[in-house]
């Protein structure tokens, strides 16, 4: 595999998401990296790979492809793609991790993060505790000797939560652990997450990054040469990896990532200030508003504030749930993330299995992943469905 770094160092992200990784193809000339639907490659004489592909849960050129255009985007040396962000965060805890060891995670998370943590790895001994990841100084009290993984979520889901991630990224660091950043809300168009200090940068390519809702997938990056190295080997080990169509389709995503985000950043902007002044909104959590309580540091750490708007409803659970049944260009549905808009309801739906823990969300929580459709037909929408 080619150094990841190679040639593209100097230039813009919009360039890198375009050409990072895709030289045009060497036998035919293809501009678009093909996908090479193939479980195995012919060898010539035993041993004899080309191109170093052997076998495609090990590596395949499409897949390969995307991992280099993963790793040149995060501005990291190793990047590697799985077939889903859970199977990514999996990948990634079993090698940075071993029974004993503890990780501090964040009272804020996505919910399926959180089960992998409370329901699979505490059952083979990896310890975990809670913290309020945006305040630094309550995730320095949670360290404890034995802890190896600093996590954190930020902007948050569904909460929008804002954590400082190089405050964090120095106390993990002071106490021998990594700081692992789940990154896929900003993407990392809008933010950076190794440059700030960070170990690790975890996304679900499902999201932003693919972009269309019509694909499962999920990516490490690293700066760390050798974490890099161990990390491709729990790869290939787990076998959690991209099939070749599912990288192509990412890899088409991201072409369009910069544009799509500061679409989805700025029709974002416009639903949070429609949504500040509606008589039946009790509040709403957009890292955007100057009243946000993390609003300075996103501001800091983001090129802008992204796609994603959580409001709670000032009459409710019941309330809630029936704007999310009302909406109709907000299409009711878990996930985020892709180019149209989607309504849902935390409680009931993604963050079900937060219930009774404390990462459970407020029963009156509505999210919104404002899509890129056009702003007044989006906001028309959720004026009917507040009614
Ligand atoms: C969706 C999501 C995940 C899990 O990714 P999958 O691709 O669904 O496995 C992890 N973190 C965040 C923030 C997510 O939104």
Partial sequence: MSDQHSTHGAHGFETLAIHAGQEADPQTGAVVTPIYQVSTFKQDGVGGLRGGYEYSRSANPTRTAL??????????RRGLAFASGLAAEDTLLRTVTKPGDHIVIPNDAYGGTFRLFSKVLSRWGVEWSVADTHHAEQVRAAIRPNTKVVWVETPSNPLLGIADISALAHIAHEAGAILVVDNTFASPYLQQPL??????????????????????????????????????YHQN?????????????????IKTLGVRMDRHSSNAARVAEFLQSHPKVAQVLYPGLPEHPGHEIAAKQMRAFGGMVSFRHKDGEEA???????????????SLGGVESLIEHPGRMTHASAAGSALEVPADLVRLSVGIESIDDLLADLSEALK
Wanted: charge should be negative; aromatic fraction near 6%; glycine fraction near 16%.
């Fill in 195 to 232: 440059a700030l200090g960070a170990d690790v940068v975890v996304y679900s390519t499902t999201k932003y990054m693919g972009g269309h809702s019509d694909v499962v997938g999920g990516a490490l990056v690293t700066d760390d040469a050798a974490l890099g190295e161990e990390l491709a």
């Fill in 237 to 253: 080990a787990i076998g959690g990896v991209a099939g070749p169509f599912d990288a192509w389709l990412v890899m088409r995503g």
């Fill in 320 to 334: 809630a749930v029936q704007v999310c049944n009302r909406a109709r260009l907000f299409t009711l549905g878990e």
């Fill in 67 to 76: 991992e280099e255009n993963l790793a040149a985007l995060d501005g990291g």
